[in-house]
């Protein structure tokens, strides 16, 4: 008979302790330290900063994508191949993140085909887009290469700015990585250049 009442002490108890916690707005994830990159924001923890982030981000990364797409059938070097798949397969997982994060602030997602963007800073004209367009070969990557560090420097920038403004912890987790990795591969597109 004690053990039945001790049973239902405990459950009441546990039940209590997790009403209180509902109460208080808490929850497992509220909990951890760090939450994942991949976890989805509320209206309420985020800054302007971090909306301007993904809605500039995005379309920064299609130009990305854009770039790496003129790859295919210009070039042979394995090296800038390898690099352009790497490119297309990060940048399009980032923009369905990013993309995510807006939705749940109910802000508009930068549609696919609005060229407005491209008067941001670091985007590429469609001068500069063409005239890779007319080359193949080693004169083609090399011009890929140098605008393409161009280009990753530009969202180097606006990570930081996300970095230093932001709220939204998996959006500011985003833009460290993003300037850790890009940092990285300009070194490297540097010395390909060298």
């Given at each position: 008979?004690?053990?039945?009442?001790?049973?239902?002490?405990?459950?009441?108890?546990?039940?209590?302790?997790?009403?209180?916690?509902?109460?208080?707005?808490?929850?497992?994830?509220?909990?951890?330290?760090?939450?994942?990159?991949?976890?989805?924001?509320?209206?309420?923890?985020?800054?302007?900063?971090?909306v301007r982030?993904?809605?500039?981000?995005?379309?920064?990364?299609?130009?990305?994508?854009?770039?790496?797409?003129?790859?295919?059938?210009?070039?042979?070097?394995?090296?800038?191949?390898?690099?352009?798949?790497?490119?297309?397969?990060?940048?399009?997982?980032?923009?369905?993140?990013?993309?995510g994060?807006?939705?749940?602030?109910e802000?508009?997602?930068?549609?696919?085909?609005?060229?407005?963007?491209?008067?941001?800073?670091?985007?590429?004209?469609?001068?500069?887009?063409?005239?890779?367009?007319?080359?193949?070969?080693a004169?083609?990557?090399?011009?890929?290469?140098s605008?393409?560090g161009?280009?990753?420097?530009?969202?180097?920038?606006?990570?930081?700015?996300?970095?230093?403004?932001?709220?939204?912890?998996?959006?500011?987790?985003?833009?460290e990585?993003m300037?850790?990795?890009?940092?990285?591969q300009?070194?490297?597109?540097g010395?390909?250049l060298?």
């Amino acid at each position: 008979m004690s053990t039945r009442r001790s049973r239902k002490r405990r459950s009441l108890t546990a039940s209590l302790l997790v009403s209180a916690m509902l109460a208080a707005g808490c929850s497992s994830a509220a909990m951890t330290a760090e939450p994942p990159v991949q976890a989805v924001g509320l209206a309420g923890d985020r800054a302007d900063a971090d909306v301007r982030f993904s809605q500039e981000m995005i379309p920064h990364h299609r130009q990305t994508i854009q770039l790496a797409d003129l790859v295919t059938g210009r070039s042979e070097n394995p090296y800038v191949n390898d690099l352009a798949a790497k490119i297309k397969k990060k940048e399009a997982a980032d923009i369905d993140l990013m993309s995510g994060w807006l939705r749940s602030w109910e802000v508009e997602v930068p549609a696919e085909g609005d060229h407005s963007a491209h008067d941001m800073p670091g985007m590429l004209s469609a001068t500069q887009i063409a005239s890779l367009r007319k080359r193949s070969g080693a004169a083609f990557d090399k011009l890929w290469l140098s605008v393409l560090g161009k280009h990753l420097n530009s969202g180097v920038q606006m990570a930081q700015v996300a970095i230093a403004l932001g709220r939204h912890r998996p959006t500011t987790l985003l833009a460290e990585k993003m300037v850790t990795e890009q940092r990285a591969q300009i070194a490297e597109i540097g010395e390909k250049l060298a």
